[in-house]
């Protein structure tokens, strides 16, 4: 409960993008194998997650230079860190250690920080829940729309799986993250609530990020913000916001209109502008703090960071732009009977 008092008293900083860091290292496959994969069967470079297992260092050193920004939050690496997404690389079976590991990554590293930093402010763990490369909502297949690639209860298991990893890793926070189908991300609140449930432990808090596609102002499955909150508000979330698809600038009306419906806090990390024609991020961390710094002076927001393209860079610049900013009051909701 501690993050909600700190919640209370300022606007908390997530982090940025875990992709775009591990890019810098330029890794190959033989660092991607490691030791223990490296007679793999098919192809991991490009699994990300695996490298909380096979280049932990390399995670953790990360997590630390967004601490060092000024992070408050930082998130498991273990977007795809389920047995669904994994069956790209036939690494289903390592779903659950995929998610303790990448927990222990971001607690040691931010045992090792506040070490490094005794005084520094309360640093929290979230584990990361990604939205998963099946959908529940729409068909894969244009000439059968009623066909899906999973169903519910896969999803839901899936999830689950993952969820119990987080927490034996020691996170602080559930993210459920990037969603663009409201229905997988019931799955993932279906599981939280169904794993708490089982081991009879108090729930952790649960924060939830929607993205939205286009100029459309609604989801990929087609809802639009307020429906999606509408949507997921029954989870009781510790925070409600969006992340990722469009830059800030693209990003302001949706977040003015979610701080006016939102009884929970609302978070908002928004790509650092647009993708180029080479699917690089150009804005500048001083741009993106700018944005962000003019929604926490117009009350919007409670949480705030930098999702694709964003750096720590980035992050510091957003850090030091919203710190004297006081956060988002929650708002007295009055309930009907």
Known sequence: MQIKEELAKRILVIDGAMGTMIQRHSLEEADYRGERFKDWHCDVKGNND??????????????KQYLAAGADIIETNTFSSTIIAMADYDMQSLAYELNVAAAHCAKNAVAE???????????????????????????????????RAVSFDEVASAYYEQISGLVDGGVDVILIETIFDTLNAKGAIYAVKKYFRDKGIPELPVMISGTITDASGRTLSGQTLE?????????????????????????????????????????AYPNAG????????????????????EWAQQGFVNIVGGCCGTTPDHIKHIADNVRKILPRPLPVVETTI
């Open 50 to 63: 695996l490298l909380c297992i096979t280049q932990p260092d390399i995670i953790k050193n990360i997590h």
């Open 113 to 147: 920080f506040t070490a490094e930093n005794p005084g520094t402010s309360p640093k929290f763990v979230a584990g990361a829940i990604g939205p998963l490369n099946k959908t529940l909502s729409l068909s894969p297949d244009v000439n059968n729309p009623g066909f």
């Open 227 to 267: 429906a999606f909150y509408t949507s997921v508000m029954h989870a009781n979330p510790l925070s409600v916001g969006l992340n990722c698809a469009l830059g800030a600038a693209d990003m302001r009306s949706h977040i003015e209109e979610l701080s006016q419906i939102a009884s929970c806090y609302t978070s």
């Open 274 to 293: 647009l993708p180029n024609a080479m699917g690089e991020y150009d804005e500048q961390p001083h741009e993106t703090a700018h944005f962000i710094e």
